[in-house]
């Protein structure tokens, strides 16, 4: 398969202190590196997750890709073009949509159900021949009878929002869905239907999508590919049933573990970390998950390890990837 | 075992422009003494309006039409200003999802720590080591250095761990914790469910675990309240009602986790319709309007019916455990 879109060394920088402040610190304290270095292809008619902890820079690389923040360094081509040399952004967002992260409050409050999806098309100049069916139709698509046109965004339950921001999405038929958390904020029951709306949308009208979400339960059943995000780098990403049975980066294995669940009886061998992620300005030396990490050892504080080929599949950046043998152990 | 905290058939309405809000209906929970117990529920369920009905912290527009709540046999909903202010203050402590709930942002950490230990005996000194000693037994790092700093100087994982160090710095009699992970990473998560667990064996306190993650209650409770739309569905140790739960609501809630689901599926489950309109709720069970397996009879109240030892739940169809 063809990479739909493609990252190389990606940077997404951000002004770190402001002021006086800014003016008095030393240059590379002045920004923060929020993405460092990201590579990745997304291939067509792939599903890919990105995961990750808060403030590991998800939203940042949504945005990235969509040039909604500038490129201090790298490259991101869409479908063979490179948005690096000021691209008609217009043209592109046509092509690549955006749900993002908080469902209520990215639908602006004034503006009806039916104003909210026909949106896309008055941002674009695009002009309709009927309105009103072109609305029932996206609604339809995305699980909401004709009844929801008329509503505004607080007279929605989490789950609606949702369905609204999906007709959003896919209003001007994109290519490629960058999806911000969607199933954030939603009850366990509701979580399943804004799923499968997607699993079925995106089969489809043979969307490729990637997915960002702290929500690990899901990742079975949505992605075919994972991608493991810390402190603005990826640690791992490979196919998703490698990464959910075995997990080469020992961030991802605590990652995967820390996942409270349902069952009294499951067993329970989990690694608690120690310590939390350390902040964008005071990036660990050498690999920068080695403060907390229950496996360095001596030469992790002083070497940084970079994306390999793993020996089961796909690719991580740890001197010591686990491999089946010390998982069990 | 006696009872550190006890709400017997409490019902709080809130008043609408709609009429009556019932947000809570005949909920009684037991928490003993040293126990922990988990009362879990999707959003609307009451969770929020259970808690402020403990702390008598209600709105304006909430009454309690019946209902009693007792902490140590103490009935709470009948105790004055001042001593609702003592209780809250060393018997019953409270650790909310945003920790920024229970810290003042103006105020030193330390401050904070000291100000809520004057009732002890002790020097200034005293009190502040004290505190240290709290914040590094809550994993806290440079515990004295930390007494100088202010609650935004620290990631929310560190507030929470500071709220937390507060609440057990009172040894109340009950923690009530109020979905205290919610806003936190899934590493931090465990981080936080394992001190909680820790210090409730230090401190000997009773906890009332309010979440509406089912992994987390069963991972650290002894026993789970299931509520739905303002009542208490189904009760029991949590072995019992996560493996063999006997509520309509509760298996279609515990088979909607897809962590459940260890196979790749294209169709993940859900439970179709929405929460019943509580100033109008459905005669009968709750659950009615979304229940596939209501019969005629779901129309009368459903008694409360024991499925094996301390297990129930309220189903007119609900089958007694052969396990
Ligand atoms: N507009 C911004 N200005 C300054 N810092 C930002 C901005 N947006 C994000 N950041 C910082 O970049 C990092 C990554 O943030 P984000 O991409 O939102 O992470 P995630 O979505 O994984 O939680 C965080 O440390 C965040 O504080
Ligand atoms: N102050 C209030 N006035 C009117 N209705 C309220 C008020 N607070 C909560 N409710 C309603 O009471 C029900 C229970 O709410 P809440 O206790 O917040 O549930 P939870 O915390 O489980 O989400 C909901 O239907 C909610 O809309
Ligand atoms: S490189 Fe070393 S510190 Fe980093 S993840 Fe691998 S083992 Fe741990
Ligand atoms: S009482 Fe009837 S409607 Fe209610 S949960 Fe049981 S079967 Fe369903
Ligand atoms: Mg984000
Ligand atoms: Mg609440």
Known sequence: ?329 | MSEALKVEDLSVHYDTREGALQALRDVSITVPEGGIVGVVGESGCGKSTLINALLQLLPENATIPAGRITLQGEDVTRAGTRRLRQMRGQEISVVFQDPMTSLNPVLSIGRQMRDIQYRQQGSRAAKDSRSAAMLGRVGIPDPVGKLAAYPHELSGGMRQRVAIAMAALMRPRVLIADEPTTALDATLEVQIIELLKELQQEIGCAILFISHHLGVIAELCDRVVVMYAGVAVEEGPVADVFLRPGHPYTIKLIECDPGKLKEKVTDLPSIPGSLPDLTDPPAGCIFRPRCDRATEICATPPPRKGLNGAHWAACHHAKVDKA
């Open chain 1, 1 to 329: 398969m063809t990479a739909l879109l493609s990252l190389r060394d990606v940077v997404v920088e951000f002004p770190a202190l402001r002021g006086l402040k800014a003016l008095l610190a030393p240059p590379e304290k002045r920004r923060v590196r929020a993405l460092d270095g990201i590579s990745l292809d997304v291939l067509a008619g792939e599903t890919l997750a990105v995961v990750g902890e808060s403030g590991s820079g998800k939203t940042t690389l949504a945005r990235a890709i969509n040039g909604l923040v500038p490129l201090a360094g790298g490259q991101v081509s869409f479908d063979g073009m490179a948005l690096d040399e000021s691209p008609d952004w217009h043209a592109v967002r046509r092509r690549v949509a955006m749900m993002f992260q908080d469902p209520v409050g990215s639908l602006s409050p004034r503006k009806t159900v039916r104003d909210l999806v026909l949106e896309p098309f008055a941002i674009h100049g695009i002009r309709l021949q009927n309105r009103r069916d072109k609305a029932v139709e996206l609604l339809a698509d995305a699980g909401l009878g004709p009844d929801f046109l008329h509503r505004y965004p607080h007279q929605l339950s989490g789950g609606q929002a949702r369905r609204v921001g999906v007709a959003r999405a896919l209003a001007l038929t994109p290519a490629l869905v960058l999806a911000d958390e969607p199933t954030a904020g939603l009850d366990v029951s509701v979580q399943g239907e804004i799923l499968n709306l997607m699993n079925r949308i995106k089969a489809e009208h043979g969307l490729t999508t990637l997915i960002i979400t702290h929500n690990l339960n899901i990742l079975r059943h949505i992605a075919d590919r994972i991608a493991v995000m810390y402190l603005g780098r990826i640690v791992e990403i490979g196919p998703v049933e490698r990464l959910l049975s075995d997990p080469a980066h020992p961030y991802t294995r605590a990652l995967m573990a820390a996942n409270p669940e349902p069952d009294p009886t499951a067993r329970r061998e989990r690694i608690v970390l120690k310590g939390e992620t350390p902040a964008l300005n005071a990036r660990p030396p050498g690999c920068e998950f080695h403060p907390r990490c229950p496996v360095a050892r001596p030469d992790c504080a002083s070497r940084a390890p970079v994306l390999e080929p793993a020996t089961t599949g796909g690719r991580v950046a740890c001197h010591y990837p686990l491999t089946k043998e010390t998982l069990s152990a």
